[in-house]
T-cell receptor
């Protein structure tokens, strides 16, 4: 399929462990977003990548969270020393140019993270 | 900075009854507005959006939303709901010229047979 894919779909980890979440955006989409969806909290913006520009990291909740995007395509969200409050569904979305605002975001199915 | 308020976390409604899901926003600049829908066990997908022009926008499945600049609202309505409309609905705002989108906390629409 040509949609946004994320892996793994589910991840169970122990408190204190590091986790990596992967996102493959739609081919040709230069903008990529990470969100966190917690019960009753809606979608919380984490980070935004646009082409080769510096990412907007203003939503990352702590320095335990980081993300990178290699080759302008695949992105990895890393959470170090996981805490129980990190348990949530992590969503990735991508959108296409012209990127003047108003573009539709296409979401992946999410990664459900459970920290024990 | 911008924000989105969806006051109703859950809205139960009987099948074939009308429904309105409320969305209010605040922004210091002009905005684009969106409604996204998340069906059970599925990802988010765009339902409709307002960019410019007519303030009334419609989706293919009978929903419509009207941009009201004076009241800073973008309420979602449907005159007659179906069981298949059961989902969570998210309002979102995007300042003109920027790509960052702010989402509301979502409204769960439960259609009762």
């Amino acid at each position: 399929g040509a949609g946004v894919s994320q892996s793994p779909s589910n991840k169970v980890t122990e408190k204190g462990k590091d986790v990596e979440l992967r996102c493959d955006p739609i081919s040709g989409h230069t903008a990529l977003y990470w969100y966190r969806q917690s019960l009753g909290q809606g979608l919380e913006f984490l980070i935004y990548f646009q082409g080769n520009s510096a990412p907007d990291k203003s939503g990352l909740p702590s320095d335990r969270f980081s993300a990178e995007r290699t080759g302008g395509s695949v992105s990895t969200l890393t959470i170090q020393r996981t805490q129980q409050e990190d348990s949530a569904v992590y969503l990735c979305a991508s959108s296409s140019p012209p990127l003047a605002g108003g573009e539709t975001q296409y979401f992946g199915p999410g990664t459900r993270l459970l920290v024990l | 900075a911008q924000s989105v308020t969806q006051l109703d976390s859950q809205v139960p409604v009987f099948e074939e009854a009308p429904v309105e899901l409320r969305c209010n926003y605040s922004s210091s600049v002009s905005v684009y507005l969106f409604w996204y829908v998340q069906y059970p066990n599925q990802g988010l997908q765009l339902l409709l959006k307002y960019l410019s022009g007519s303030t009334l926008v419609k989706s293919i499945n009978g929903f419509e939303a009207e941009f009201n600049k004076s009241q800073t609202s973008f309420h979602l309505r449907k005159p007659s709901v179906h069981i298949s409309d059961t989902a969570e609905y998210f309002c979102a705002v995007n300042p003109l010229g920027y790509q960052k989108v702010t989402f509301g906390t979502g409204t769960k629409l439960q259609v009762i047979p």
